[in-house]
């Protein structure tokens, strides 16, 4: 994929890749916050058990969303989590 005088050192920090995984996980809730259906519900379930499996693979504790049980709402409305390090 990279020549070696293209690598990098291959460090990733902490914060870096919880901001990433918040993101994506925003990004997921936005999008399924749009829908309420149970596969829908099911989906978000998986997605976030595969997010909470990353973050434990680099030592994050992740607090799963709420999963969207009512009408589709905005992101924007949705309360902002946080993230707690072990």
Same mark, same amino acid.
């Given at each position: 994929?990279?020549?070696?005088?293209?690598?990098?050192? %291959?460090?990733?920090?902490?914060? %870096?890749?919880? *901001?990433?995984?918040?993101?994506?996980?925003?990004? *997921?809730?936005?999008?399924?916050?749009?829908?309420?259906?149970?596969?829908?519900?099911?989906?978000?379930?998986?997605?976030?058990?595969?997010?909470?499996?990353?973050?434990?693979?680099?030592?994050?504790?992740?607090?799963?969303?709420?999963?969207?049980?009512?009408?589709?709402?905005?992101?924007? *409305?949705?309360?902002?989590?946080?993230?707690?390090?072990?």
């Amino acid at each position: 994929m990279y020549g070696e005088e293209e690598r990098g050192l %291959g460090i990733w920090f902490k914060d %870096g890749i919880e *901001n990433i995984l918040l993101a994506i996980d925003e990004a *997921n809730l936005d999008m399924v916050s749009r829908f309420d259906a149970p596969e829908v519900r099911i989906y978000r379930q998986g997605f976030a058990a595969a997010i909470s499996a990353v973050a434990t693979a680099f030592g994050i504790r992740y607090a799963p969303s709420r999963t969207t049980t009512g009408r589709a709402r905005s992101v924007v *409305n949705l309360p902002v989590r946080k993230w707690e390090e072990t």
